[in-house]
């Protein structure tokens, strides 16, 4: 039996530069498997379409459970494979950020959703999370503001920040945090670092 793969994700607010370290890390490490949420397979691609938005209402609480749909998906789909068949695999977000975006930032509460999202994933985690910290406000002035989450405010996303923050400082050995105001080279370095030390 194939070895079982790591999984490695991605976390921060929207500005932070997730998507610039997630290119960044495939360049230098082509072996991984690159996945994004929501998203990664025919369904959860639809559901990315709705949650993005910005002509829809979402209520925040279905809001929570369309992004938790689309992580079952995904999980069962595309990343049990992947990881049974030994990949390592490199996700842009998970349950982290429905943790911080919907227990924190809509006040659904962190331990509610982290429950719903124990049930999406069958208990799935990650072996490594990259947290790309930024300050609320130089997320706001990096993002396009374009997409209904984008669109949703400081307050909103100070809350986030704080409960990523928590997230952190609850799990120092799964959570590396990098720092997202420096050059995007240096924030790759210090990933790629973190992933030399996974074992």
Do not use: C, W
């Not at 990259?130 to 406000?137: A, D, F, K, N």
């Amino acid at each position: 039996m194939a070895p079982r793969g790591r999984l490695i994700t991605v976390e921060g607010i929207d500005g932070a530069g997730k998507t610039t370290l997630a290119e960044g890390l495939l360049r230098a490490r082509p072996d991984l498997v690159a996945l994004r949420e929501p998203g990664g397979v025919a369904l959860s691609e639809r559901i990315r379409e709705l949650v993005k938005d910005p002509a829809l209402t979402v209520d925040p609480r279905a809001e929570a459970l369309l992004y938790a749909a689309a992580r079952a998906q995904l999980v069962h789909e595309r990343l049990l494979p992947l990881l049974h068949g030994g990949a390592d695999v490199l996700l842009d977000r998970f349950v982290d950020s429905s943790l911080a975006y919907q227990g924190a930032g809509r006040g659904l509460g962190v331990a509610e959703i982290a429950e719903l999202n124990r049930f999406a994933t069958a208990g799935v985690t990650a072996d490594l999370t990259l947290y790309v910290r930024v300050e609320p406000e130089v997320g706001a002035a990096r993002r396009a503001g374009d997409d209904r989450l984008e669109q949703a405010g400081d307050a909103f996303f100070a809350a986030v920040v704080a409960a990523y923050d928590a997230l952190a400082a609850a799990e120092p050995a799964r959570i590396v945090v990098l720092d997202g105001e420096q050059a995007p080279e240096a924030v790759l370095a210090a990933a790629l670092r973190a992933l030399d030390g996974l074992r």
